[in-house]
């Protein structure tokens, strides 16, 4: 390998990813950079040797390499104490993405103490209080993973008028309804099983067409090393779904919210929108003491046109940006980030 070359290790959860994740970003690399992808089972720790995937003289090649410069973390879930070994190789904060896999209970406690507390739903702790508490405060509630993403996993409760409760999956009408001689917690329970769960205050979504929609703002550092906004987003979901994970369309943020409000009050909620996710990515990584360099934020308007955070992703879905103008940004900026890292001991 050339000497003069700096190396920007991109970690990945299995092999069968490596190919996929290099033929992106190897395309945007600049002039300098070489890029491989490897796998936590990848590292020779004896010989400080990584086996990578790499591309060279028009076709992907398996070599060893040694440590890079810097490592990108897209290992979901990956063990934090492994990223710190890798460190002790390779140099303090020379790692990014110490966390993308967002407990989502951890998420509200560090956020609540803050001046973002207004726009947070209440979550708690999975248990039968909790969830008779909020169901009674609220009326509507969320059961949801406390490490889910995508929607997995995720049920509706709702009370009706009529004292009935009924419980949905993706869809606002009910798969389970139970009267009041029937344990609706016990039901919760069935479905849950023994997996860690919190309960979230429901949010009453602003809809569009009558269908739910959100907002996605994508942050990223770059080559100035500080977070930024790369992309607004809107998933709209599909009718009599309450989902926006299993969405029917994606359009800029600005063309959805320019669908429903004046151009002005378009502005002022952009405005908003990135105000908030960028103090919501600035806060969890001081308050949670990780490195990032990524993450995006899912936000909804509630009827009074409030902003709520619904949910923080620390591997931000990418495929969902193939059709906007500036896709290849959020491929380019981890890379550029990386070379800020390597300019910056």
């Known amino acids: 390998m ?73 290992c979901y879930g990956a063990d934090r104490r492994l990223l710190q070994r890798i460190e002790k190789v390779i140099g303090r904060n020379r790692c990014f993405n110490h966390v993308n896999h967002f407990d989502k209970q951890f998420t509200y406690d560090v956020l609540c103490q803050t001046e973002l507390n207004k726009h947070l739903p209440r979550t708690v702790p999975y248990n039968q209080a909790n969830l008779d508490t909020l169901l009674t405060e609220y009326g509507t509630l969320y059961v949801k993973p406390l490490l889910g993403n995508r929607g997995r996993g995720v049920y509706r409760v709702n009370k009706t008028e009529t004292g009935e409760v009924h419980i949905s999956e ?21 479905l849950t099983q023994s997996k860690q769960y919190v ?7 602003m809809q569009v067409g009558e269908k739910n929609f959100d907002i996605r703002v994508l942050l990223q550092k770059d080559r100035s090393g500080a977070w930024g906004v790369t992309n607004v987003t809107s998933r709209t979901a599909y009718s009599g779904c309450f989902n ?41 990584e001081q308050n949670g003491k990780c490195h990032l360099g990524e993450l995006s934020v899912d936000l909804a308007l509630d009827h009074n ?26 491929y380019r900026n981890p890379i550029h980030y990386a070379q800020f890292l390597m300019s910056h001991r």
């Open 2 to 74: 050339k000497r003069d070359l700096k190396y920007v290790g991109i970690m990945v959860f299995n092999r069968r990813q490596q190919k996929r994740v290099l033929q992106t970003y190897r395309k945007v690399a600049p002039k300098g950079i070489k890029i491989f992808t490897f796998t936590p089972s990848s590292i020779n720790w004896v010989t400080k040797k990584i086996s990578g995937l790499h591309f060279a003289n028009k076709q992907f090649l398996t070599d060893w390499f040694r440590f890079p410069d810097v490592v990108y973390n897209r």
């Open 170 to 190: 993706h869809y606002f009408a009910p798969h389970l309804i139970c009267r009041e001689d029937h344990s609706w917690e016990g039901e919760i329970k069935k």
């Open 199 to 205: 309960v979230q205050q429901g949010i009453p979504f």
């Open 244 to 284: 926006t994970s299993v969405c029917e369309r994606v359009t800029t943020g600005e063309e959805r919210l320019n669908s429903l409000f004046s151009a002005s009050d378009t502005q002022v909620l952009l405005s908003s929108l990135s105000e908030i996710s960028w103090k919501t990515a600035a806060l969890l």
């Open 305 to 330: 046109r409030k902003l709520w955070i619904i949910e923080v992703n620390g591997n931000p879905q990418r495929t969902m940006y193939k059709e906007l103008e500036n896709y290849q940004d959020v």
